[in-house]
């Protein structure tokens, strides 16, 4: 995985009008695209979602690597690999075919859309997108945090600890210049030298990595700015809403921090941080064992590699932070100054995110005890 997933607190808020880390779903403020959203499916997103949260869950299963499968392995695997997404055969038709033949499915989009969906073949994967940003709209809900009750007047909510925090988030740390309006972001885009970890988005045209592992590709993440295509966006990510933030580690586009005092010091000395971040430190998934897809006779045929090859794939994930160059293009992007706090001070601030947490939604596990399709729930 490229980037760690963002949080899915109060995304169905309306005044996320901006998904994904880079922005690369949200609302047409200028009615060019049919749809009304800007998308990487351009004019292919098909008609009738909800809201930018609808839009955005049409996208997570066209990826190979988070739901889709690779190439050989099923047929919606096959028409990602080909992006065919929105045409004839492609996977959003291939998966509403699967709602289609599933008879407990068809009955629950038809009482949840008796006005549209009367016959199983009417339903789209653009209903499912809807249904899916629905349920994430409540039970992703968090606003009955301590940090609300003092919004509604309660001032003796938090301990003092967590006020001095407050009166720092505010004031001397400057944190809500961007974290700021209730849901503490202001939905924009910005650089803060956010160490990066993992395969990377295969940007940029740096071939350091190329050359050392043989692997065909490169490892950096512009962020915004491939969305844009404008250079000076790139590095840059997108604001998260800063409640339930102590629930939503690790932190960072792509992981890099999992502890909440750890990126609340980035955040302060962006630059030293960036460069004493140890890479081999981060919590990744070991890559002992590596499949890969290969052609054969034509036939597809998908081998565990080994030897040089599989440490090629072993370097990649913390290639972009031991790479000199790439690293000083991530820091001369940053935005941020230097905060000087204390570790007193660090703490009051740690302990004011802290009340940020809607405590029902401490335990979100919603492990049903079966599905309509029939296959085996796991706990």
Not at 59 to 69: K, L, Q, R
Request: with cysteine.
């Amino acid at each position: 995985m490229p980037r760690n997933s963002p949080g899915l607190f109060n995304v169905g808020a309306q005044e996320f009008t901006r998904l994904f880390h880079d922005g690369r779903v949200e609302v047409d403020p200028n009615g060019h695209c049919e749809g009304g959203f800007i998308s990487p499916a351009k004019w292919r997103l098909p008609k009738g979602l909800e809201n930018p949260l609808a839009a955005q869950a049409m996208f997570p299963p066209t990826s190979d690597v988070e739901m889709a499968g690779q190439k050989g392995e099923n047929p919606v695997a096959d028409a990602s690999s080909m992006n065919n997404a929105a045409g004839p055969g492609g996977v959003w038709e291939l998966l509403a075919k699967r709602l289609q033949d599933i008879p407990e499915y068809v009955r629950l989009f038809q009482a949840a859309y008796p006005e549209s969906i009367t016959e199983s073949s009417d339903i789209t994967f653009v209903d499912a997108a809807n249904a899916i940003a629905a349920f994430q709209t409540i039970a992703f809900r968090a606003d009955n945090s301590l940090f609300d009750q003092v919004l509604n007047g309660k001032t003796d909510a938090i301990s003092e600890k967590a006020r001095q925090g407050m009166e720092l988030f505010y004031g001397k740390a400057n944190c809500s210049s961007c974290h700021s309006g209730k849901l503490q972001t202001d939905h924009d885009f910005h650089a803060i030298a956010m160490p990066q970890i993992g395969p990377g988005k295969n940007h940029g045209n740096n071939g350091n990595y190329w050359r050392a592992s043989g692997h065909k590709g490169f490892v950096e993440d512009f962020g915004r700015g491939r969305v844009t295509f404008n250079p000076k966006d790139n590095y840059k990510f997108r604001t998260p809403s800063l409640r339930n933030v102590a629930e939503t580690g690790p932190w960072g586009h792509a992981g890099a921090y999992d502890s909440l005092e750890a990126v609340i010091r980035h955040h302060l000395d962006p630059i030293n941080s960036l460069e004493n971040y140890e890479a081999s430190d981060a919590i990744l998934p070991p890559l002992d064992k590596v499949v890969e897809t290969t052609a054969r006779a034509a036939e597809l045929k998908q081998e565990f590699i080994e030897g040089s090859r599989l440490e090629g794939y072993q370097i990649r994930d913390t290639w972009v932070q031991n790479d000199p160059e790439l690293r000083a293009n991530i820091a001369e992007a940053n935005e941020l100054s230097r905060i000087t706090l204390s570790d007193e001070e660090i703490e009051c601030l740690t302990a004011f995110l802290h009340t940020l947490t809607d405590l029902t939604n401490k335990d979100l596990q919603q492990v049903p005890t079966s599905v309509p399709s029939g296959l085996p729930v796991v706990d």
